[in-house]
């Protein structure tokens, strides 16, 4: 089973890019669908992105399409999240997660925490 670290959140003005970055632990890295989330403060976790084992396909929340994009690699062991155009909305702690289609399947890292001041 993979183990998942988070990373890259931070402040940014609304309208402002950050990239999230998650890296997997565990060699059967490449063979995992790949999925992040959010939660909001006080709000229940939702999907945000995800993409299959090879990179194949990606699929986003309405939310955030033609904002943010999803990618990885697999040599590097990695998942990325580039997000552009940061609503105030967008405000949450971000986690990444092994996915089958929007369904997290863990395992849950300790999230990255990403603000978006208007």
């Known amino acids: 089973q993979v183990q998942l670290v988070e990373s890259g959140g931070g402040l940014v003005q609304a309208g402002g890019s950050l990239r999230l970055s998650c890296a997997a632990s565990?060699?059967?890295?490449?063979?995992?669908?790949m999925g992040w989330f959010r939660q909001a403060p006080g709000k229940e976790r939702e999907f945000v992105a995800g993409i299959s084992s090879r990179a194949v396909s990606t699929y986003y929340a309405d939310s955030v399409k033609g904002r943010f994009t999803i990618s990885r690699d697999n040599a590097k062991n990695t998942v990325l999240l580039q997000m552009s155009s940061l609503k105030p909305e967008d405000t949450a702690v971000y986690y990444c997660s092994t996915v089958n289609g929007r369904l997290g399947l863990g395992p849950w890292g300790q999230g990255t925490t990403v603000t978006v001041s208007s």
């Open positions: 565990g060699r059967a890295f490449s063979t995992y669908s």
